[in-house]
């Protein structure tokens, strides 16, 4: 056969091949390695997707709240002028962690873990933005140290009465006079050369007038923007201010802040705080006990260890903060021992803890010190040791009309919800 030959199609396909049977098709037919490179691909796509992006990009405004930290409060006391103590015993303030724009993946599982929870941003923010909301909550712990300090140093018996220095600008109602005169964190000092020694000043001389009336507002202004008018750098300033109508009451001048008095503790001795980046006022209760723990020998928490949520007033009323079940998971994982809460947490809290932590609800500072001394303190002989009187607990009173709950109501809330 010739070279020319070679080129005849009288010849079968098939008879010249010499692939063996079967290969030959496959080689033609790929798709079904295409089709599992492409379900591969997509699958990795969507799991980049969920894992990288950020759930804001979707429209949703909504921040996680997780467990944070159980943080013993003794060591970021700095006490100057005073003996101290150390403490064997912890009591510590519990955190939670809010995150904001998180991704996709973070949101979804938050949904289904029971120790996180999605909350709208709103809820968080006000109408204010992240930013300012950093500035608020850093006002609430700087002030939730001075109330500690005084409600702490008033126990032991130290009689200190609290500066009050005027009224704190902590939101302002957008399209309000404020929102386009003051400043998140101004300190207002006088109206029309009146002083302002506390909110109820300011909101009684703001209705004194009437909507279009021009007033004189003198202020203390932060530079540094992150402070408040209470700061040493804080420049005094006077600006005019024209109310607007006020939207629930006719006639009645609107200046549109929302306000808060500040408390300075003039103690004998420093107390100051090295607590990091936490902000908020949920540490009050921690830090006035730690303050009489570090102040008097002895164990306040007879050796246990101790986590709290809570803020304090300076009549050392405990109040509510929020986030108790991420709190409760913080403690557990820090192994504590005790968690004080204030009556309207004490329900979830004793849901979230499963008896894995016991939780005693208290509605003071006193009823705190007492529910420490069940359990081994020494509050009651270092009030006594102070010349101070001995704490008193809060009443056991159940009145559903007062407005008011109770630990003794809520007690009765679990008693009636586990029968």
């Not at 929020?322 to 329900?347: C, H, I, N, T, Y």
Request: net charge negative; hydrophobic share 40%.
């Amino acid at each position: 056969m010739s070279i020319e030959d070679t080129a005849t199609t009288t010849v079968p396909v098939a008879d010249l091949d010499p692939t063996p049977p079967g290969v030959g098709s496959r080689r033609r037919r790929p798709w079904p390695w295409i089709w599992a490179g492409s379900a591969f691909a997509l699958v990795v796509g969507a799991i980049l997707f969920v894992t990288l992006v950020r759930v804001s990009s979707l429209g949703v405004d909504e921040y996680v709240l997780s467990p944070g930290s159980a943080t013993d409060t003794a060591p970021v006391i700095v006490v100057t002028g005073a003996d101290t103590f150390e403490p064997e015993g912890e009591i510590n303030f519990t955190t939670v962690s809010i995150r904001r724009n998180v991704t996709i993946w973070e949101w979804f599982w938050a949904r289904y873990d029971e120790t996180s929870e999605v909350v709208p941003a709103e809820e968080i923010d006000g109408s204010r933005t992240a930013d300012e909301t950093r500035q608020v909550t850093q006002f609430q712990m700087n002030q939730s140290q001075d109330t500690a300090t005084l409600v702490a140093l008033n126990f032991l018996g130290y009689e200190i009465v609290p500066e009050v220095d005027g009224a704190f600008v902590l939101q302002l109602v957008p399209d309000s006079p404020a929102a386009a005169t003051l400043e998140l964190g101004d300190l207002i000092t006088e109206v029309n050369e009146q002083p302002i020694r506390s909110s109820e000043d300011l909101g009684n001389a703001i209705r004194a007038f009437a909507p279009g009336d021009q007033i004189d507002v003198s202020l203390r202004r932060s530079g540094n923007g992150n402070g408040d008018g209470s700061d040493p750098d804080a420049e005094p300033l006077d600006l005019s201010v024209e109310l607007a109508e006020h939207p629930d009451i006719d006639g009645a001048g609107f200046l549109g802040v929302r306000i808060e008095t500040p408390i300075r503790a003039d103690a004998p001795f420093d107390v100051s705080f090295d607590v990091g980046r936490v902000r908020g006022p949920s540490a009050g209760l921690a830090f006035s006990l730690a303050i009489v723990d570090v102040l008097s020998a002895g164990e306040l928490t007879g050796g246990l260890k101790v986590a709290t949520t809570g803020t304090i007033d300076r009549f050392g009323a405990v109040g509510p903060v929020g986030g108790v079940r991420q709190k409760v998971e913080a403690a557990r994982r820090a192994g504590m021992d005790l968690f004080l809460v204030p009556p309207s947490e004490l329900v979830e809290a004793t849901r979230a803890a499963d008896r894995e932590v016991a939780v005693r609800c208290v509605e003071t500072f006193d009823d705190a010190i007492l529910a420490l001394a069940e359990l081994g303190g020494n509050g009651i002989e270092a009030a006594q040791g102070f010349g101070a009187p001995a704490p008193e607990p809060s009443p056991e009173l159940i009145d559903p009309d007062d407005g008011r709950l109770t630990c003794a109501e809520a007690r009765e809330l679990i008693r009636v919800g586990s029968g």
